[in-house]
């Protein structure tokens, strides 16, 4: 029982150490790939003083909605974009990068990792588009996600689910500027 204890012990210590350390902006180590999150923080602000009115049109299995919204909150709109950043300390050797004039790819080396691809194209050192191909698979669910933003002109966030007691889902949202 002691045993069981100071393991026990040892473990919420590893973890409480592991969930205190900083992320890798405030270790102020340089980052190996594209910054995800400081690109989309930068756009959501911009986007916010624009206040624009986006053509939403979000499609269920096939069935679609579409309605002119003023989106309030643009760093929860682009969390799914965010939420695939891969500067992650433990991934700084897990993707092959191709880069030339005009794009920019990540392609995930090992098949756990869920951002499997990223492609940025870009024109001037601006950022013209960028793709982000996302997977998960386990023994309930496969889920991919595809998502694209052109700055300026649209979204695109494709998602099919299938899981395996209670089916498939297939959601589309589109925002247009």
């Known amino acids: 029982m002691q045993k069981y204890i100071l393991f026990t012990g040892g473990l919420l210590l590893l973890c409480t150490w592991y969930a205190c350390k ?8 340089k980052l190996k790939y594209f910054d995800l999150k400081e690109f989309f923080k930068t756009d959501s602000a911009r986007l916010v003083k624009l206040n624009l009115n986006i053509k ?3 499609t269920h299995n096939g069935e679609s909605e579409t309605k002119t919204v003023k989106i309030a909150n643009w760093g929860q709109e682009f969390g799914l974009f965010t939420s695939s950043d891969i500067n992650k300390p ?10 030339n004039a005009d794009s920019l790819v990540y392609k995930a080396k090992f098949p756990e ?3 499997r691809e990223i492609v940025i194209n870009k024109s001037n050192g601006k950022v013209t588009q960028l793709y982000i191909l996302n997977n998960i698979h386990n023994l309930l669910y496969t889920t991919t996600e595809k998502l694209l933003y052109v700055p300026g002109e649209y979204y695109l966030i494709e998602k099919d689910q ?5 089916g498939g889902n297939n959601y589309l949202i589109k925002g247009e500027f």
């Open 22 to 29: 900083p992320e890798i902006k405030e270790t102020g180590a």
């Open 56 to 58: 939403k049109t979000v």
């Open 162 to 166: 299938k899981v395996k007691v209670m």
């Open 113 to 115: 990792l869920k951002t």
């Open 90 to 99: 433990a991934w700084k050797d897990s993707y092959a990068v191709t880069e």
